[in-house]
């Protein structure tokens, strides 16, 4: 994309470079680590194997990005994107299991209860899913105040709960071979895909302080490019590969599931996706944040991305 007028030496590649190696490092540190607390029976393993080692890693760099909006503190927003990674791993680690999608890869590799078993898929996505919320609060971290702790794991709780992801999800599976309108597949997707991605933009509005303005121009920002990277999801479930995805291609349509595709086209729906990423950063622009070069890449990058 051109960069924006009011940054126009902003490097979306090196930016991202910095906070995915910043993310890794802290995953790799607090996720059941072998050298520090490791988890028992074998479980840390599908533990590390479901979080590390791949994804696109989109919902930190969110939060990165948000925090950065609001001159926040950098090393409570990295709590913050790995705790949110770490609910979206356990998501993908349960919607893969044979109850679900029944899907066997993901990011380029066997699913984990290909590779672990059932059981011990189950016990990870439910360890990953509790270890956000410890990593929310830290014991022995002063920096991370209690108001913000609350803060942040509230907006966590709610997007991951019946109000968001799960509800979401529960609305996909009884979904399955029905015709559904374009509100209610909106709405199953507001509550699947995009409200863990708004969470995590005001996630990293949490690690500072802005205007009520701000913060309402922010929330729509994140139901905004929530709902483009469903949309471009659905686009590229039918345009693209599985070795391009990292994940099985055309699953959608094998499962009879209702997209944006089935209703609405292929062509519409890349229309709308565009017009989704005009509304994300006009949002942006009547903001009042000065700081928003990253959130502006990163929109552009996930509504016009090829996988």
């Not at 009011?6 to 090196?14: A, C, E, M, T």
């Not at 893969?96 to 590779?115: I, W």
């Not at 686009?235 to 990292?246: C, K, M, N, P, R």
């Not at 890349?270 to 929109?299: F, K």
């Amino acid at each position: 994309m051109n960069a924006p007028e009011n940054f126009p030496l902003f490097d979306l590649s090196d930016w991202s470079a910095r906070q995915l190696a910043a993310t890794e490092q802290a995953l790799s540190r607090w996720v059941a680590n072998p050298l520090d607390a490791p988890a028992p029976a074998g479980l840390g393993d599908a533990m590390r194997y479901a979080v590390l080692d791949g994804g696109k890693r989109l919902r930190p760099l969110l939060v990165m990005a948000a925090c950065d909006a609001v001159n926040g503190t950098i090393a409570t927003a990295l709590r913050a994107a790995c705790a949110v990674e770490l609910i979206h791993a356990y998501s993908l680690v349960h919607d893969d299991m044979p109850c679900m999608d029944n899907d066997v890869l993901r990011r380029g590799k066997p699913t984990v209860h290909v590779q672990f078993g059932q059981a011990q898929a189950l016990l990870a996505g439910d360890a990953l899913q509790a270890l956000a919320f410890e990593l929310l609060t830290p014991e022995s971290d002063d920096s991370v105040s209690a108001p913000t702790q609350a803060r942040l794991c509230r907006l966590l709780a709610q997007a991951a709960g019946y109000q968001g992801m799960a509800g979401g999800q529960a609305i996909d599976l009884a979904s399955v071979g029905l015709p559904l309108t374009s509100a209610q597949l909106h709405e199953m997707h507001r509550l699947k895909t995009g409200a863990l991605l708004q969470a995590s933009v005001m996630m990293g509005a949490a690690c500072g302080t802005a205007s009520p303005a701000a913060l309402k121009a922010l929330q729509t920002y994140g139901a905004t490019v929530g709902l483009a990277f469903q949309v471009v999801d659905d686009i590229l479930d039918v345009t693209a590969d599985a070795a391009t995805l990292g994940k099985t291609a055309g699953k959608d349509a094998a499962q009879d599931k209702p997209t944006f595709v089935s209703l609405m086209g292929l062509q519409d729906s890349r229309d709308y996706a565009q017009q989704l990423l005009a509304q994300a950063l006009a949002s942006l622009q009547n903001s009042g944040l000065e700081n928003t070069h990253a959130l502006q890449a990163l929109a552009d990058m996930l509504v016009n991305r090829q996988h």
